[in-house]
């Protein structure tokens, strides 16, 4: 004899999302219970866990891969509808924030402190963007800002723009960083140019470029640390 599913308002208390957070902590519950907070509540088949913990396993239990989905892609799910998903989008987003987000006077000493800084903001685009960092001279950050939105395989950057906001900025050293959303990390014959072009810009307003930095969902690329900058 089969028994009727109990939803999440029959578990046992310590055992609803909710409820388990308030007595435990965000730390004691899983993606999915966090997840299912968000949306509420499932439908007749899945409690709002059971839906969660599904659409996670589709991702490969990834929350990147999850913060990647689109509107149809989470509405494609029996029991998302636009609203939940629209939850769902926005704490994917409130978490790419939060990674992102400056630390006051942070020091960037190497390529993995510039891609620790930019890959939580751009390996998941689907198009290339190019972005800027500004350091002071101890080569603390003074902030980043967007020079260049493109589509999968280049973004047009204007060397111009770039020197005329470190200049704005008194800024005395940049690093300039872009996303391939291909996953390549190969520099491509318009990268190098561009490096070439901006550091011999940059030498003759006496600004230094300390790197270009590619990003992907499989790591970074230095062009300092392969040799193909002065």
């Known amino acids: 004899m089969m028994t009727d599913k109990l939803n999440i308002n029959q578990w046992a208390v310590e055992d609803r999302p909710r409820e388990k957070l ?6 004691a519950l899983s993606d999915a219970e966090l997840l299912a907070i968000l949306i509420g509540s499932g ?18 239990g990834s929350l990147q891969a999850l913060g990647r989905m689109r509107l149809d892609d989470f509405t494609a799910y029996k029991g998302v509808g636009p609203a939940k998903a629209v939850c769902l989008m926005a704490a994917c987003e409130l978490g790419n924030r ?41 080569l603390t950050l003074k902030g980043t800002f967007l020079v260049g939105r493109g589509g999968i395989t280049e973004s047009a950057v204007d060397i111009r ?8 900025n008194q800024s005395t050293a940049i690093v300039l960083c872009h ?8 520099p491509s014959t318009m990268d190098k140019n561009l490096t070439r072009q901006l550091a011999e ?30």
């Open 98 to 138: 939060r990674m992102k987000e400056p630390t006051e006077r942070k020091r960037i000493e190497s390529s993995r402190d510039i891609a620790d800084f930019f890959l939580p903001m751009l390996m998941e685009l689907p198009h290339e963007e190019c972005h800027v960092m500004l350091l002071r001279n101890n």
């Open 161 to 168: 723009l770039i020197l005329e906001a470190a200049l704005r």
């Open 22 to 27: 308030l007595a435990q902590g965000a730390r």
């Open 201 to 230: 810009a940059c030498r003759i307003m006496n600004i230094r470029l300390l790197d270009h930095v590619i990003v992907s969902d499989q790591g970074y690329f230095s062009f300092k640390d392969q040799g193909l900058m002065d």
């Open 179 to 186: 996303n391939h959303p291909s996953g390549s990390l190969t």
């Open 43 to 60: 439908t007749a088949d899945e409690n709002a866990v059971e839906l969660m913990r599904r659409i996670l396993n589709d991702c490969g």
